[in-house]
């Protein structure tokens, strides 16, 4: 089945102690991409890649990082999370189509709680 | 950087009813797709429409390039269409990046 997974789905941590979340796609897309969601702020993006070792900047990068070394996974790493990264996460994924994308495929989301 | 405005914020239906969600933006467009999130949080693509008209099931989509708005129908609504319905973009330019709409939030009551 094709599919976007996330691990873990929930996950409650303490300031500043390290994480990574993980997102993995079995349609050997070329485009993978971090959002996040929160109440009155909507869905905004975080990161993106467009191939392995090739990762841009979102919206909303302060605080996060990225590594594409392998086309299907792209995880998403807290160095030292803090209480206004708490937030629902999703991750994305799609082919490269021209000069764009097709459509874009997500995982279930990753509701994370940094107290 | 582009806008992408959605219309109405929200929304209370009646089952059975007809409704129409509206997506502006300010700049041409590489893609746009339309989505279902769910009550449990799930995001589901509905459409995938940069331009044209596309149909499946109960619901329709329409995107205007040229006039920089895309449309979606949702006809002969269930409660099971409640949620909130967002439009994504991937502007033109400015590289890959994608901008949500803030979503329109469908109530449907039984």
């Known amino acids: 089945e094709a599919q976007v997974t996330q691990n873990p789905r929930y996950l409650i941590t303490v300031t500043g102690k390290k994480l990574t979340v993980t997102c993995s796609q079995n349609?050997?897309?070329?485009?993978m991409s971090w959002y996040r969601q929160d109440p009155g702020l909507g869905l905004r993006q975080i990161y993106y890649?467009?191939?392995?070792?090739?990762?841009d900047k979102g919206d909303v990068p302060e605080g996060y990082k990225v590594s594409r070394k392998e086309k299907r996974n792209f995880p998403l790493i807290l160095e030292s999370p803090s209480p206004n990264q708490t937030s629902l996460y999703f991750c994305?994924?799609?082919?490269?189509?021209?000069?764009?994308?097709?459509?874009?495929?997500f995982g279930p989301g990753t509701r994370l709680t940094v107290l | 950087g582009i806008q992408v405005e959605q219309s109405p914020p929200d929304l209370i239906l009646q089952e059975g009813a007809n409704s129409t969600l509206r997506c502006n933006f300010s700049?041409?467009?590489?893609?746009l797709q339309w989505f279902h999130q769910n009550p449990w949080g799930q995001l589901i693509n509905l459409f995938y429409i940069p331009s044209g008209t596309k149909q499946n099931g109960r619901l329709s989509a329409t995107t205007v390039a040229t006039e920089r708005y895309s449309l979606l129908y949702i006809s002969s609504s269930q409660t099971t269409d409640s949620g909130v319905y967002f439009c994504?973009?991937?502007?033109?330019?400015?590289?890959?990046?994608?901008?949500f709409g803030a979503g329109t939030r469908l109530f449907v009551k039984a």
């Open positions: 349609m050997n897309h070329e485009y």
């Open positions: 890649s467009m191939n392995v070792e090739v990762t």
């Open positions: 994305a994924s799609s082919a490269r189509r021209g000069q764009g994308t097709s459509e874009q495929f």
């Open positions: 994504a973009v991937v502007p033109h330019t400015g590289g890959f990046k994608t901008i």
């Open positions: 700049d041409s467009v590489n893609n």
